[in-house]
């Protein structure tokens, strides 16, 4: 998810050159109706997975730039509880190929908080590993308060600014860029919002290039997000697609 907010950013400072007009109806209520709080008092549990494929670049015979030989592959899933005084969540992330982290050999990571049996704290373990198994371990952080439990799954709703982890929860997002992006934004029948922004940059460009799309609930909760693009510093295609589910009290 930390991948996703930097695509945000990006995408969010790439429409600022746009000019502003007034938001219409019914966008400009839908949007103005999303409400932190308001997830918070209805999600009971959520699933996510995403997924991103790296490729090298080919340049096809009109110039433009398409997918060549898969170089790796980044996988994260993501489960949470937020009923009452029983908070709960598992990220579990694995790295292939180039999308090892840079000046790591890091191949896994999963961080689980589960409610002891016996008792009113929680425990967190956080699992890694490595190319070399040698490296790998297993570090346990337990006595963790309520609070401290809500906080650290709510985190994986609304993200962490200080970590530049994003979450699921995109309302505050959309309503930023909706000055100057509305409208590529559209509500359907189902009361999902699509945002779909052009591309940014052009598949010929030697900068990076970016299309992404956004899928979010009533709630500005996502439900799907796709990305493809290229990096001129890495010269890697890359696509991913992160689907969400729900269940609601």
Same mark, same amino acid.
């Given at each position: ?6 695509i945000l950013a ?42 991103? @494929? ?7 015979? +009109? ?21 009452? +005084? ?17 000046g790591s050999d ?11 049996? +016996?008792? +009113? ?24 308060? =309520? ?27 959309? @309503? ?48 799907? @997000?796709t990305m493809s ?6 010269? @890697?295609? =890359? ?11």
């Amino acid at each position: 998810m930390q991948r996703r907010f930097f695509i945000l950013a990006l995408t969010a400072v790439s429409l600022l050159s746009s000019c502003s007009s007034p938001i219409p109806e019914p966008l400009n209520s839908f949007l103005l109706s999303f409400s932190s709080s308001k997830v918070s008092g209805r999600v009971k549990s959520a699933s996510y997975t995403y997924e991103e @494929r790296m490729y090298t670049k080919v340049v096809a015979a +009109d110039g433009t730039f398409v997918n060549g030989e898969q170089v790796g592959v980044y996988t994260q899933k993501i489960s949470l509880d937020l009923t009452e +005084d029983q908070y709960s969540y598992l990220n579990e992330q694995t790295w292939e190929g180039e999308t090892i982290p840079e000046g790591s050999d890091q191949i896994f990571d999963s961080r689980t908080l589960t409610k002891d049996k +016996d008792g +009113d704290k929680w425990t967190e373990v956080t699992v890694r590993k490595y190319t070399d198994a040698s490296q790998d371990t297993s570090e346990t952080k337990d006595g963790i308060l =309520a609070g401290d439990a809500l906080s650290a799954t709510q985190i994986y709703l609304f993200g962490n600014t200080q970590t530049n982890l994003g979450g699921l929860y995109y309302g505050d997002f959309l @309503r930023s860029v909706s000055k100057y992006g509305w409208s590529y934004m559209t509500i359907g029948s189902d009361d999902h919002l699509v945002y779909d922004p052009p591309a940014q940059g052009v598949s010929t460009d030697t900068q990076t290039y970016l299309d992404l799309k956004i899928e979010v609930n009533d709630l500005g909760l996502l439900l799907e @997000r796709t990305m493809s693009g290229y990096d001129a510093e890495k010269d @890697r295609m =890359a696509e991913s697609q992160g689907q969400a589910t729900y269940i609601y009290f």
